[in-house]
């Protein structure tokens, strides 16, 4: 039987993406009122992906916030703003795969989350939305020090909860990510949307 039609038990999901909107564009609106490009310059430039993986590996806000300062001490308050405002970033949940979930929670099929966040920002958000807390485990990479696609966070949360690789499945919107757990035994899931999301479920017996 052939991974694409084997029969998985278990559904580890990632965090943003799939099932929580997350884009700091949703804060820096706010603070560039009508300049897109002066905002996108400073997501570019000042607070860009590479400085936010940072905290999702374990460094604090604080130390993020001094590193920048060297060349940014004008920008403080922008900066700061990251960690202070962060719940603005996430304007709600992806109502669709929620509701896969909930199917899924249902069924009383074994659901885990993996997620490249910060520890910081992280527990605001488990209190925030409800549904966080139907999982059994959630391993998130500012606790583990380790980010996604890193093959270390996946054994932390198959060996934490005694998973076996070929069980499970892995739904991310990354598809660095799907593939990382894919190379692991895993069936990796590049989640787009959660129509093709319910598809792919159903091609490996999950729903």
Request: contains cysteine.
């Amino acid at each position: 039987m052939s991974d694409q039609s084997a029969r998985r038990s278990v559904a580890i999901f990632d965090l943003g993406g799939v099932l929580l909107e997350w884009n700091p564009r949703h804060l820096y609106r706010k603070l560039f009122p009508g300049d897109e490009t002066a905002m996108e310059d400073f997501l570019a430039t000042v607070c860009t992906v590479e400085w936010n993986e940072e905290q999702d590996a374990g460094r604090t806000f604080a130390d993020a916030t001094e590193a920048l300062m060297p060349q940014h001490a004008d920008k403080r308050a922008l900066i700061e703003a990251w960690s202070t405002r962060f719940g603005e970033m996430v304007p709600g949940a992806i109502g669709g795969t929620v509701a896969l979930l909930a199917e899924l929670k249902g069924r009383g099929m074994p659901i885990y989350a993996i997620s490249n966040w910060s520890a910081e920002t992280f527990p605001p958000l488990a209190q925030r939305f409800e549904f966080l807390s139907w999982f059994r485990d959630i391993v998130i990479s500012g606790h583990e020090r380790v980010i996604k696609p890193d093959p270390r966070i996946f054994h932390a949360l198959l060996a934490r909860n005694g998973i076996s690789p070929e069980s499970a499945v892995f739904i991310d919107d990354d598809p660095r990510n799907a593939a990382a757990a894919t190379a692991l035994g895993i069936h990796g899931i590049h989640f787009r949307d959660p129509g093709e999301l319910r598809r792919d479920l159903a091609a490996v017996g999950i729903l």
